[in-house]
């Protein structure tokens, strides 16, 4: 839901939406577990890591356009 609502706000805004400080650090920290999870590992820690990957890169290809418009 966090990260459903970052990326609407990030989409919805012409500025930058106000992500934590250390989001950047946060992102990588989830990727990594996404990347590593298995449906035998630990299912309920973290359930769909396919849409969170998908979320986070949507929410950094919001911020790339931003950047390039300037």
């Known amino acids: 839901d966090f990260l459903q609502d970052c990326l609407a ?25 996404c990347a590593l999870l298995s449906p035998s590992l630990a299912p309920d820690d973290v359930s769909n890591p396919d849409k969170i990957e998908a979320l986070l890169q949507d929410i950094r290809d919001a911020q790339q356009v931003k950047r390039q418009v300037g």
């Open 9 to 33: 706000c990030e989409m919805s805004q012409p500025r930058f939406s106000e992500l934590s400080f250390r989001f950047m650090e946060i992102e990588k920290v989830l990727l990594d577990v």
